[in-house]
């Protein structure tokens, strides 16, 4: 059984440049979540998605959105980079119908030159 | 608010026992977390207590929990070099909210 997985595992953009980041979820979980972890710094809520909605945010600005398919699947895209986007970006899943706990993927580490 | 602080540093000689402390300040927080993080890694969830229970032990981890002063800690072992990482104190309300981490306190492991 596949945990959660992330792609790609590392990237490199250049400022003003746009992003996705993908993530599956473990098999069985419903619900999303986005965290981004700078260096030094512990995780960082995003935002969380359930049936393909945005369910809670953090405090992120507008240039990061997300998505999620039908296939419970999610869509981090962050426009505009800025040099303080550099970061590792983790993805988390659990399921609404359980009392499962998070579980996280190994992250997408994102370089902004 | 939300807000989960540790420790930064902690260093201990192999064999001996680690004990790693978090404060946090939601006190709707339903799962309390313990998370590994090695150099270059993601996170692995070490352990977790619900907030009804005062000690969770899974072999050589023992979770405490103070509920009435809002402290977490960690206790770790027969530490080894292996157990050498960032641990990450982190709290959730339950309900599918979101998890807030402390800073994370770095275990070195002298051999």
């Known amino acids: 059984d596949a945990g959660v997985t992330q792609s790609p595992t590392h990237l490199i953009k250049t400022r003003g440049q746009q992003v996705t980041l993908r993530c599956s979820p473990k098999s069985g979980h419903d619900t999303v979540s986005w965290y981004q972890q700078a260096l030094g710094q512990g995780p960082q809520f995003i935002f969380q998605y359930y049936e393909e909605e945005e369910r809670q945010r953090g405090n992120f600005p507008d240039r990061f959105s997300g998505h999620q398919f039908p296939n419970y699947s999610s869509e981090l895209n962050v426009n505009a980079l800025l040099l303080g986007d550099s970061a590792l970006y983790l993805c988390?899943?659990?399921?609404?119908?359980?009392?499962?706990?998070?579980?996280f993927g190994p992250g997408t580490r994102l370089t902004v030159l | 608010g939300e807000d989960v602080e540790q420790s930064l540093f902690l260093s201990v000689r192999e064999g001996d026992s680690s004990v790693i402390n978090c404060t946090y300040t939601?006190?709707?927080?339903?799962?309390l977390y313990w998370y590994k993080q090695e150099p270059g890694a993601g996170l692995q969830l070490l352990t977790y207590i619900f907030s009804n229970m005062d000690m969770k032990q899974d072999q050589r981890l023992t979770v405490l929990l103070n509920k009435k002063d809002k402290h977490l800690s960690l206790r770790i072992a027969d530490t080894q070099t292996g157990d050498s990482a960032i641990y990450f104190c982190?709290?959730?309300?339950?309900?599918?909210?979101?998890?807030?981490f402390g800073t994370g306190t770095k275990l070195q492991v002298i051999p």
């Open positions: 982190a709290e959730e309300p339950g309900g599918y909210q979101k998890v807030t």
């Open positions: 939601d006190s709707s927080s339903t799962y």
């Open positions: 988390a899943s659990t399921s609404r119908g359980s009392t499962d706990t998070q579980y």
